[in-house]
Nanobody, 128 residues
Framework: QVQLVESGGGSVQAGGSLRLSCVAS???????MGWFRQAPGKEREAITT??????????TYYADSVKGRFTIAQGGKTTIYLQMIDLNAEDTATYYC????????????????????WGQGTQVTVSS
């Protein structure tokens, strides 16, 4: 069983920045970690993932909506960070750290079904 502990989040004005962190209790049984978000009334969506081990370690995925503004990085064996800049109201959501196994060099965009483990979620609110 993998436990994910998130930190960061909060409220910020449009154009501002925030940083989220996530630590996994173990890397056994996972080869990627990432961030999903869910806004009220909307489905949970993957915004960015990173392979944390194996031949594709460091390979990333970004949803079009966050490309150029969000950056995911691996800070340790089981720690990831999400740096978010130029935030806007559409980024308001609950952000969830996720982890699981994905086929290396998988071209299909990640989805909630790819996540075997979830963090508790952290709220990000952007006011305009």
């Amino acid at each position: 069983q993998v436990q994910l502990v998130e930190s960061g989040g909060g409220s910020v004005q449009a154009g501002g920045s925030l940083r989220l962190s996530c630590v996994a209790s173990t890397d056994t049984g996972i080869n990627y970690m990432g961030w999903f978000r869910q806004a009220p009334g909307k489905e949970r969506e993957a915004i960015t993932t990173i392979y944390i081990s194996g031949s594709t370690r460091g390979s990333t995925y970004y949803a079009d909506s966050v490309k150029g503004r969000f950056t995911i990085a691996q800070g340790g064996k089981t720690t990831i960070y999400l740096q978010m800049i130029d935030l806007n109201a559409e980024d308001t959501a609950t952000y969830y750290c996720a982890a699981g196994i994905r086929r290396p060099r998988e071209t299909r965009p990640p989805g909630p079904a790819d996540a075997a483990y979830w963090g508790q979620g952290t709220q990000v609110t952007v006011s305009s």
